[in-house]
């Protein structure tokens, strides 16, 4: 049966002396994983919300824990349910715990659901499940405390989403103890701890796996280059490939165009009143050269990252996204803001 326990006494005769906005900074410190809980309200409908209280609080007998805001428009429906179901999010699931954390919206519009015990409603995509008999209730301040008994779970390998610091971020693995980066002999030169080396080795022997397919083209590097910028956008104004093969490919760029435009696989898009500028654009036999190479890209990548592990590669990209960002600011200009101007 559930159990609500009573407001301790010292609790109620506390002010909160601190600032607010500092205390949740500070809690915020504390990285978690990020979980949607559901349960099923009393007139059939499926309930949920984003929850990063959730905690684990014993093995034998399997109990869970999280906290529910007293102004939670779901609070009634959890107060009652004799089930709710925990659901850790993977990774590639932010969108859904956005989703979740709005007020009263209609949260499951058109999510494949699953049901559970006693009809729980089931989200499918996530790290681990838990559903649970929802065991004993306390008041804690501004929060209910709900302490669930674990009746069945499930977990996949999807790498779990993170919250840390108000933002959503990465969970990466950390090398073994004892794994340090290695230095050259030369004191101070380049070693596996400076960025340039690790940037350019992992540049070029990745490039090296994907130069058979481009030799199986008859292409270089160089064109491979500018046929891979073109794919960008429909249309890419002169200035844009400039900036898409600045510090790549500086002076070849007029010469390695023309051969593609000689081979047939690029051509200047003819020219209309609003854009009067020089724009290059792919041939239907360029397009499908570049589309048998991205295939190709495709899977060198996929094959390395499934080395990697499936948790790095979005921290990875997401960290070199930024790093781009810093370095290279003109290449956003590359991307977005598509230009449809078809003859
Ligand atoms: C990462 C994250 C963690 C959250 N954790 C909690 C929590 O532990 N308890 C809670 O009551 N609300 C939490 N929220 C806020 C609720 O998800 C949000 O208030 C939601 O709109 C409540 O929905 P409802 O009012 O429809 O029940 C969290 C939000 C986010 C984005």
Request: net charge neutral; glycine share 10%.
């Amino acid at each position: 049966m559930l159990r609500v326990g009573a407001p301790h006494a010292a609790f109620a005769a506390m002010s909160t002396a601190f600032d607010s906005a500092a205390f949740r900074k500070a809690l915020g410190s504390f990285a978690t994983g990020v979980t949607i809980i559901t349960c099923r309200g009393a007139d059939g409908k499926p309930l949920g919300l984003t929850v990063n209280s959730f905690n684990s609080v014993s093995l034998n007998p399997p109990l869970v824990l999280w906290s529910l805001a007293h102004n939670s428009l779901s609070l009634a429906a959890f107060r009652a349910a004799r089930y709710f179901a925990v659901h850790v999010l993977a990774a590639d699931q932010e969108e859904l715990s956005v989703r979740f954390a709005r007020r009263g919206a209609d949260k499951f519009a058109g999510l494949a659901l699953e049901t559970g015990i006693g009809e729980l409603p089931l989200l499918t995509g996530c790290s681990a499940r838990f559903q649970c008999r929802s065991a004993y209730q306390y008041e804690g301040g501004d929060h209910i405390i709900f302490l669930g008994e674990v009746l069945s779970f499930d977990r996949s390998d999807a790498p779990p989403l993170v919250f840390h610091g108000g933002r959503y971020a990465h969970a990466t693995r950390r090398d073994p103890p004892g794994v340090r980066p290695r230095r050259s002999w030369l004191a101070g030169s380049f070693g596996e701890d400076f960025l340039g080396y690790l940037l350019g080795r992992s540049h070029f022997r990745f490039f090296a796996q994907i130069r058979e397919f481009l030799r199986a083209e008859q292409l270089g590097d160089e064109e491979f280059y500018v046929l891979s910028t073109l794919t960008l956008k429909p249309l890419t104004s002169e200035e844009e490939l400039k900036i898409g093969l600045a510090g790549v490919l500086d002076g070849e760029a007029t010469r390695t165009l023309a051969r593609l435009t000689e081979r047939g696989y690029v051509r200047v898009a003819p020219v209309t009143a609003e854009d009067p500028g020089i724009f290059y654009e792919l041939t239907d036999a360029g397009r499908a050269c570049a589309l048998r190479l991205i295939s190709a890209a495709k899977a060198v990548e996929e094959n390395v990252l499934e080395q990697l592990g499936a948790g790095e590669a979005p921290a990875l990209k997401s960290l070199l996204n930024r790093l781009l960002a810093v370095i290279d600011p003109a290449s956003g200009a590359l991307w977005g803001n598509e230009r449809e101007r078809r003859p």
